[in-house]
T-cell receptor, first 113, second 116 residues
Framework: KAGVTQTPRYLIKTRGQQVTLSCSPI?????VSWYQQTPGQGLQFLFE???????NKGNFPGRFSGRQFSNSRSEMNVSTLELGDSALYLC????????????FGPGTRLTVL | AQKITQTQPGMFVQEKEAVTLDCTYD???????LFWYKQPSSGEMIFLIY??????QNATEGRYSLNFQKARKSANLVISASQLGDSAMYFC?????????????FGGGTRVLVKP
């Protein structure tokens, strides 16, 4: 069974641009969560989608948004990029919400110049 | 709100020895789950072990065991017989059971370096 895939793996953008990151969960998994990891703030929850509905949202500005498609693939979008958005963005999938085990992808490393 | 504290930013351990990684937590929830993840330099988070707050016994998974002391609100990870491949960042995390969703609250992590 293929694991969680995230594309692209690396991305360089400039301030003010927008970016879209993609996450494909493990086949059959319907829950996708997104996390931001930075050296200063550590790992922070962004949002969770389950069956195309946002179930939870972390404490991030509205520039951060996401969605989930009918095949459970998820995208997150960051508009008007700031230098502080440079981070590793991790996606995790599980078969259902409230699951004990979440499987993480390799992450997308975003650098904002 | 939940809070996870990992007080050891980094530690060295000799190959084949055991190492204990500390994790304390704070929550007002009565029912919650505690997790440990390993993050190698590649960046991917690898699930290691899970402990439910009402589980009677401490969780074990191969060389990993969780020393759960509910009254002290601690959930320390013990890695036995350390291997060079255990060198990585280790994160403790928790999630309230009653809340819908998979939101995890993570600690700051502990970097482990296994010496040959």
């Amino acid at each position: 069974k293929a694991g969680v895939t995230q594309t692209p793996r690396y991305l360089i953008k400039t301030r003010g641009q927008q970016v879209t990151l993609s996450c494909s969960p493990i086949s059959g998994h319907r829950s996708v969560s997104w996390y931001q990891q930075t050296p200063g703030q550590g790992l922070q929850f962004l949002f969770e989608y389950f069956s195309e509905t946002q179930r939870n949202k972390g404490n991030f500005p509205g520039r951060f948004s996401g969605r989930q498609f009918s095949n459970s693939r998820s995208e997150m979008n960051v508009s008007t990029l700031e230098l502080g958005d440079s981070a590793l963005y991790l996606c995790a999938s599980s078969s259902r919400t409230g699951d004990n085990e979440q499987f993480f992808g390799p992450g997308t490393r975003l650098t904002v110049l | 709100a939940q809070k996870i504290t990992q007080t050891q930013p980094g530690m060295f351990v000799q190959e084949k020895e055991a190492v204990t990684l500390d994790c304390t937590y704070d929550t007002s929830d009565q029912s919650y789950g505690l997790f440990w993840y390993k993050q190698p330099s590649s960046g991917e988070m690898i699930f290691l072990i899970y402990q439910g707050s009402y589980d009677e016994q401490n969780a074990t998974e191969g060389r990993y065991s969780l020393n759960f002391q509910k009254a002290r609100k601690s959930a320390n990870l013990v890695i036995s017989a350390s291997q060079l491949g255990d060198s990585a960042m280790y994160f403790c995390a928790m999630r309230p059971v009653k809340a819908a969703g998979n939101k995890l609250t993570f600690g700051g992590g502990t970097r482990v370096l296994v010496k040959p």
